[in-house]
Structure formats: C-alpha cells, structure tokens
C-alpha cells in the first residue's frame, strides 16, 4: 500500500490458517482475486502454521473492504461507508490451534497547520482458544501513539503492553523512521516482534501475535480481534467494542495486564554502615554489600517491570532524604532504572538511624503520588490500580524521631512528632498505623549489628504490613536476600524465582543448571561477582548457544541476560520447557551467585510462616498454596530446609567480654550495638552464629495448602525457611520455584531459678537505705542480653526505683532507695511477664553456709521390706551455695528399722555429697538434690550408694527456714541393692 496524505486506517489484517484448511482458504482467496504478496513498503505480518515439519509461511487473504477512521473533527469518526462496525470482528475457525498471527495499523497525521496533536489508543481484544483451563482467554493488546506538544518537536512513541505486563517500546525524531532493532527501508526486518515506523507525523506499527505471550498455548477455534479507537483530545470520546460498551477498557486494570507496582526502597545511610565486613580492614564497608545488592535489585527490576512499573529511592541517616528529588517521588523502572542505580552507588553513610522518618515519608510518598512542592507527600489519594510496596533495609535500631513504636496491644505506629528534621514537611504531619490496612506492603532486610529486639521490631512491621522479613548477620547474604525481597514484593505480578545458587568459579567455567516450564514469556538470569573481579556467561538451550537472542545488561558487579519466549535461533523454536544451561566464565577460584526468574503468570505460589507470636519452646508451622490459572494444585512437592540459630544474639554478647578498648561509640550506634559489630568482625564468631539446617517435607491438604510443623525452637533469634515448589504438569511439563521467608522467635519466659536476681546494700543515707538491684534474665537457655533496659519492670510499694544501667553482658542495675526498717515488696517484670514478687529482703544477700537438722520416718523397700518394718531417721547436713540456681551439702544421715519377727534391728549410717538445685525463687523454694557416698550397714557390710530428692523449704527470714524433703536411698549390696526412702521434717540455719 502506498502512503497518501489522507488519514486512514490503510489495512488490518488477521490471519488464522489451520492445517487442516490451509489449502482451502488459499484457493478461495485467489478466486476472489485478492492479491496474496508482500509488497515493499507495505507493512504486514506473517502467520506461521506447523505442518508436521518445517514452519512454512502461507500466504495472507486481504480484507474485502478497508475502514477509514479520522480524528478531531477531520471526515468522519467510524465512517459509515465503506467502514461497517461489522468488519472490526473476525472469526476464522481452524484445527489445530494456530501458533501466530499479527496486525498491521497506519495512522496519518493531520494535513493542516497548527493542528492539535492527537493521541490515538489501539485496543486489541483476543478471544482465547476456547479451553475451560481456568485461564482468562479475554486479552487486551494496547498501542499508544502520543504527540506531546510540551515536548517541542513531539514525542514520537509506539507501545506493545502484554499480558506478561512487559511492553516493547520506541521513541525518536518524529521525522526519522524508528523501530525495535533493524529494520529495512520502511517495512519491519523479518523476525521482528513489533516494528514502529515514524516519518513526519505519520506511523505506522506492525506486530506478531504469539499466544504464548498472552500464557495459552494456541488460539485455536474461534478468534476475535477488535479495534477501538479513542480521539483523547475531545471531551466526546468515540469508541466501539464488541457487545457492548461495557466491555471497553478505560483504566490500565482494565488491560488485564495486572496491576502496575509502585516500590519504594527504604536505604540506610546512618554512620555504622561505613563499618569494615571483615578483619583485618581493609575490605568492603557494609555500605557497599548495600550498594551492590540493591543495585542487581534495580536491574532485575527492570528486567521484569511493565511499563508502567515505578521506584523511587528514600535515604535515612539523622535525615531523611530522597531519589528522584520531588516531584515526581517515583520515576519509570524502564526508563530510569540506571540512573536510579548509580544514585545508590553515589551515597555516602554517616550519622545516626531515623528508620521511621524514612518508612513515614516513603508511605506518604506512595500515597500521594507526585504531588508538587513536598519533600514527604502527605495527602493520601491512592490508586486502586496499583500495588504499593516497601523494601526497608537497615543494620541498626532506631535512634531518631520519628520511630516505630508498639503498644501494649501490639499495634504499631510511627510516631512522628520530630518529622520536622525532613525539609519542607509540614509540622501536622499524620501517624502511620503499620497495618494492612495501609494499603502497602512493607518487606524489611536487618543486617547484623543489631539485637534481638531490632530484629522482633522488623519481624513485626512486616508481618503486620502484609511483607516479608529477611535477617543476617553476614553482609554476603544481602544479595540473595534482595533478590528474595523483589520477588516477593512482585508477587501479585508474575516474575517467580526459578533457583538461587552460590558457586566457584573451577578451571575458568562453572556450569549452573535451571529446569523451567514450558508456557514462560521471559526468563532473566543473572550472575554476579564480587568487586574487583569480572565474569560472563553464556545461555544455553536445546544444545544451542541462544544468548543474542536476549537482552543483555552488564555492570562491574553483575550481568543479566533477559530471553522472552517463545525465540528462534539457528532456524530452531526455542520455548521455555526444559534445562537452561549458564556457562559461567572467568578467572578460577572467583566466586559467583547465579539466579534465573521465570515470567509465567498460571503458576502461582505462596510460602510462609504461620501469623502468631513465637515464642522458645513454640513449634513453627510452615504453610505454602500452589495454584494453577486460578484452581489449587494437590499433587505439587514442597519442601524446606529450615536454617536454626545456634546462638541468640542476647547470648552471644552476655558470654562475650566487651572487646577493650572499645571504640568512641558514634551517635548511631548504642555501646551494645558496638561490642556486636567488634565481635561479628572475628571470624569465628561468625562460624558460631552459622545456623543449622533442618530438612522439612510439607503435606498436602487435598486443597492446594501444605502444612508442616517444625520442633526445636530453643533459640531466640531469626528462623529462615528456603521453600521449594516442584512438580509436573501434562500442559507444562516439570516446573520448580523457590522462595524464602523468615520469621522471628523472640526470648521465652524469664526464669528466675535461672537468672541471677540479688539486692546489695550500699549503707544509709538521710533518706533511707540505699540498695542496687543487680538482674541478668535468662529463660534458662537464652540470655535476654543487653538494650532491654525498657523491657525490664521493676517497682516497690514502697520506696522509689532509679533508672536501669546497662552493663553490655545482659546484666542490669536498677538504684533502689527505700525508708529504714521497712522491708516492701518488689515486683519484677521481664519482658511484660513477672519474674517475681516478694519482699525486697528475700533478694539480699543470704550467709553462704547453713546447718540443717531433719528426722522423720524411713521406709523399707522391695528386699527390705520383706524383713524389716518402717522405721526412723534423722539426716544433719552442711550446706554451702554457690548462686541463686545451686547449692552443695555434705550430709550424716542415720536410720533404724525393726525386724518383722525377731525384735532385732538394722542400723544405717551414710556420709555423703549433694548437689542442690532451685525450681522456685522463694520464700516458698522448691528443689531437687541428687548424690551418693558411703552406706554402713549394721549387720553387714559397708557399701556404696546414692540418692536424690525433692525438697520444700518455705524462708521464715533471712536466716531461718522450715521445711520438708523426701529422699530415696539405693544401696549397692552384693546379690541385689538395697533400696529405702526418708520422709523428714526440719529447717535451715544460715550462718
């Protein structure tokens, strides 16, 4: 067709040619005389059609009558001769299902001067092939042509949206032609997906329609395709759409390309993050394991973002600051990406931690949008068409207003009176409720350098958001971290992360294996390297080197390759069913991580932790869903492999001395947070903190969930759990994804027979006694460890409590003043659970030694008893204690029993060793005590024995208590033991 100055729609052309009527459609077209060719500079499209072999090309039946649409007033819209609605919709019936086909529009600008530019939107309706898979087979393909007069000469663009929400774009000198790669004269270069040609004002777009790329396998029966065109520039806008006008689309929901993502990162930039990963310095800064690991994010964001897909950047240290500078708060994943990646590669850190200031401003950002002139947006206008989410990462606790604080109920709100430190935001600025009724997922990333309760706090905000959480203490773990984040964070759309691996690079090639299933559009994979090194790779499928065949992006730290499907290479269809092969190539001995994603929106699948509180001692519950085009999958295996702390943090820094001299502590970072970043740069401490690995099989519940509970929680800390989904399908084939989540299980309840809890006098003043209360809470496994200060309660009902001293090795002293002879009740509350109460007098220091004195009844057993009846005993002992929990005694015990039939007696002397030890913290003390010594028997010999007991003891003061114990004895005597038990009353004086 010959370009004219007359605006017009020149040709649309489908064709759905299926074997079985290839023949017969081709002689029908050439006896109504349509000319079947390709003619130079005409654009066109081709259908290809297996016939049990070679892709052969058959030739194109012309459309009997040509519509001839205008814009603005010019001609008609939809005019009515020789134009017929009728002809918009096509039907070509064909068995089997047709591999591809294609469109082909024309549009010319307007002939007079100064005439408006015009938008013009092509909506394409695809009637899918007719299988009741659960798929939605009612697709929309959108063109969008805009001449932006803003722009001076206009800004020519030409847009492919997809189901798969990935687009194909172009943009240039309206008065040169442009296009996706090559292209010959005015037409598209064969193998060309799409193709935009531009000369003046006037453009043209041909595109292939391949089903894979809207997730079916063929358009097989009936297939519809539908144009609409809309004049945007009028109020009255036209538009037609097959039975009726409520099928139009009007919103980018209505495209069915799924929702467009907002992310907003949440980085920080406070001073510890300058600190060195490793000793001896120099090596890494954490700063720059962050700037590597959100820069591959941002990459592989880009590699799998939709056109209308945006980020923007906020930085927190004493400030709050952000990228891009408002407005706009977020900018276009494809067209800034890089930019916005050597933003995060240009940040400096130092200052102190103002998380919830950088949280708040990046959910007023997400909430507001663009609005104009505000550092920290603040009018909640949300998009219901778009999905907002955060990836908040930090390596410490906050330490400026505003903060994230929790309630007695457990709600958490950022509390925001001190945003007035963030530039241009108003002073009446609303608290955020992290909650999902905010609307927006907040995932979190903790780094080591922070305590348990750091890591309980992120645990909680996303939980409660609807996020993820993801812990370390290694800065190598932030890569595959992020990568775990953003695939998360893009759950609702269809990337899914297909493996995740750590290698070393042998004999300059590694080679990493990935298994996908057919039915993908896109598969992106990715290797990175640490800095200073370089790698590449190559793809590899179907035995065929089909790297050119994507997109490929490289920086000093990573490259991604990018395939959509299906591709041909060599003269060979590649799809996405089968192994994917990555030659990774470089120097030996570098390490690398290697990781591919798969864009295949049928499969969907979650994992995660059961939503409850764990506390140590808690089983975890494990659940996953797999569903398939939107029907559960029953016969999927998933599996897990739990990573377990072997060391609470708490732990860790209570065992540890605080390495000396200990550095001048920066106002970001607390002493306690201090001693951890000194004690995490030795090596060895890190191999202490390396988890666990448990491997966990989830069952099916028949409805697509599966379940597992997992024992042993005995360690207060982060527990990970990398899930894998694996399976097959006759329609797809094998497929496999992986994900991890994590949650956190915080400190149990405090045991007071554990921890040390004493009172120390510190002498008299004109206001009364003065005392220290010195505490160090365990919950008999795990240290509480320090920074708790505010989580320890301590009151007296009488008298007055100071302020708690953190002493770094999970001990506490709290300064007590209280009026002279009284002796009040002390409460204490660990946590918000009591750990005691009692007078204050119980907690001084006890005399170390104690002499008791018992006697009671003594009682024959087994052998014994047959000859001999109950009898009687009394048991003195010395006694010395070594701590709140222990105690050890020497005791002298006699018992006397009477024969059965003679009047004879048997006497019993010992003398032996005990070791106590304390269930309850008193005055009422229960415990247990076991030992062995020497047993005189007489008649008889002298053997050896052992016993052991309980014991209650109620303290009537400081040095007088009264009691009960029952004690069993076994006497090793020749032929068979001896064997009887004392149940005697007495007290304690200490001394």
Not at 209 to 232: N, Q, W
Not at 367 to 389: M, Y
Not at 526 to 554: C, H, I, M, Y
Request: charged share 15%.
């Amino acid at each position: 067709m010959v370009r004219g100055a007359r605006r017009c729609i020149r040709e649309l052309v489908l064709s759905c040619i299926a074997l079985s009527i290839a023949t017969t459609l081709a002689s029908r077209a050439l006896a109504q005389g349509n000319a079947l060719t390709h003619r130079p500079g005409v654009a066109h499209f081709g259908m290809l059609v297996h016939v049990g072999g070679p892709v052969v090309a058959p030739e194109l039946p012309t459309l009997p009558t040509r519509c001839t649409i205008a814009l603005d007033g010019f001609m008609t819209d939809w005019s009515t001769a020789p134009c017929n609605l009728a002809l918009n919709n096509f039907t070509f019936a064909g068995s089997p299902g047709i591999s591809q086909g294609g469109i082909t529009v024309s549009h010319h600008a307007h002939p007079s001067p100064g005439a408006p530019f015009d938008t013009l939107y092509l909506y394409l309706g695809v009637t899918g092939d007719g299988v009741n898979d659960g798929a939605d087979d009612n697709l929309v393909l959108m063109f969008d042509k805009n001449h932006d007069a803003s722009l001076g000469t206009g800004n020519e663009r030409g847009i492919r949206f997809r189901r798969d929400k990935t687009a194909d774009s172009v943009g240039g000198n309206p008065s040169a032609p442009v296009s996706l790669g090559s292209f010959s004269g005015a037409t598209c270069a064969a193998g060309e997906r799409i193709c935009v040609i531009t000369v003046g004002m006037d453009w043209s777009v041909e595109a292939k329609l391949i089903p894979s790329d809207f997730g079916m396998h063929s358009f097989a029966g009936t297939v519809g395709l539908v144009i609409a065109l809309r004049d945007k520039n009028t109020s009255n806008t036209t538009s037609n759409w097959p039975t009726g006008s409520s099928d139009a689309p009007t919103t980018w929901a209505d495209l069915k390309l799924g929702n467009p993502i907002d992310l907003m990162l949440v980085l920080d930039l406070s001073g510890s993050m300058r600190d060195q990963t490793c000793t001896p310095a120099p090596c890494e800064s954490k700063l720059q394991k962050l700037q590597a690991a959100a820069g591959l994010l941002v990459g592989l964001f880009n590699a799998v973002a939709s056109p209308a897909d945006r980020i923007g950047v906020r930085y927190f240290s004493t400030n709050v600051t952000a990228y891009p500078v408002p407005p706009p708060a977020l900018v276009s994943v494809l067209d800034r990406w890089s930019t916005v990646k050597t933003n995060i590669e240009g940040q400096m850190a130092d200052g102190w931690t103002a998380m919830g200031g950088g949280l708040q401003c990046a959910i007023n950002d997400l909430k507001a949008g663009s609005t104009p002139g505000l550092q920290c947006g603040i009018n909640d206008v949300p998009d219901p068409t778009r999905t907002r989410a955060i990836i908040l990462f930090t390596d410490g606790m906050q330490n400026v207003d505003p903060m994230v604080h929790e309630d007695g109920a457990g709600n958490l709100t950022i509390q925001n009176e001190g945003l007035s430190l963030v530039s241009n935001v108003p002073p009446t600025m609303p608290n955020a409720a992290l909650n999902t009724g905010l609307g927006i997922n907040v995932n979190a990333v903790g780094m080591g350098g922070a305590m348990d309760n750091f890591t309980l706090l992120l645990g909680k905000i996303a939980n409660k958001t609807g996020g993820n959480y993801d812990a370390t203490t290694d800065p190598n773990d932030l890569q595959s971290l992020f990568v775990n984040q953003l695939t998360y964070a893009l759950r609702s759309h269809s990337p899914q992360l297909l493996g995740y691996r750590l290698g070393t690079v042998s004999n300059t090639t590694a080679t990493e294996v990935f298994t996908a299933n057919s039915d993908a559009r896109k598969i992106v994979f990715a290797v990175t390297w640490p800095r200073g090194d370089s790698l590449t790779f190559r793809v590899e499928k179907d035995n065929l080197d089909v790297t050119s065949a994507g997109q490929t992006v490289a920086t000093e730290l990573y490259r991604i390759v990018t395939v959509p499907l299906p591709t041909r290479v060599q003269g060979t269809d590649i799809s996405s069913g089968g192994d994917w092969r990555l030659l990774i190539q470089g120097s030996s001995g570098v390490p690398y991580q290697a990781m591919a994603i798969i864009d295949e929106p049928f499969l969907e699948y979650d994992v995660s932790f059961e939503d409850r509180d764990y506390a140590v001692g808690d089983s975890l519950r494990l659940r996953a869903r797999v569903m398939y085009a939107g029907q559960p999958v029953t016969n999927a295996r998933v599996t897990a492999t739990v990573l377990k702390p072997k060391l609470s943090i708490g732990t860790l820094l209570s065992l540890n001395a605080t390495p000396t001299p200990l550095p001048n502590v920066r106002p970001d970072t607390t002493p306690a947070q201090t001693k951890l970043q000194r004690l995490l740069a030795d090596p060895a401490v890190r191999v202490r903190l390396q988890p666990s690995a448990q491997d966990v099989v989830l069952t099916g519940r028949g409805n697509g969930t599966y379940t597992a509970n997992v024992a042993g929680t005995s360690i207060a800390g982060p527990y990970t759990a990398h899930f894998r989904v694996a399976g097959s399908r006759p329609d797809i084939g094998s497929y496999r994804r992986v994900r991890t989540a994590s949650r956190v299980v915080r400190f149990g309840k405090a045991d007071f027979a554990a921890s040390a809890v004493r009172v120390t006098s510190l002498g008299v003043s004109a206001d009364g006694r003065r005392l220290s209360l010195y505490l160090r809470p365990t919950d008999g496994t795990n240290y509480l460890g320090p920074e708790y200060g505010s989580r320890i309660k301590v009151s007296l009902t009488t008298g007055t409590v100071g302020p708690a001293t953190d002493l770094l090795d999970g001990g506490y002293t709290f300064p007590l003043r209280v009026p002279e002879n009284t002796d009040p009740v002390i409460t204490l509350t660990v946590m918000g659970e009591p750990l005691y109460r009692g007078t204050l007098s119980r907690l001084e220091p006890r005399p170390p030694n104690a002499f008791s004195l018992h006697a009671g009844i003594s009682l024959p057993h087994v052998n014994l008893k047959t000859a001999y009846k109950n009898g009687f005993g009394i048991t003195a002992d010395f006694e010395h204690r070594l701590s709140s929990t222990f105690r050890v005694a020497a005791l002298l015990g006699y018992h006397r029993f009477e024969t059965v039939t003679t009047g004879a007696h048997l006497d019993l002397y010992h003398v032996s060793g005990s070791l106590e030890t304390f269930l309850t913290p008193g005055p009422l003390l229960v415990f247990i005590d076991a030992g062995g010594g020497v047993y005189r028997l007489n008649p008889g010999a002298t053997k050896a024995g052992a016993h052991g007991g309980v014991n209650l003891e109620y303290e009537v003061s400081s040095s007088l208590s009264l009691g009960g114990s029952y004690r069993f004895h076994k006497v090793f005597t020749s032929g068979s033991t001896t064997t009887f038990s004392s149940v005697q009353a007495g007290g304690h004086v200490r001394f």
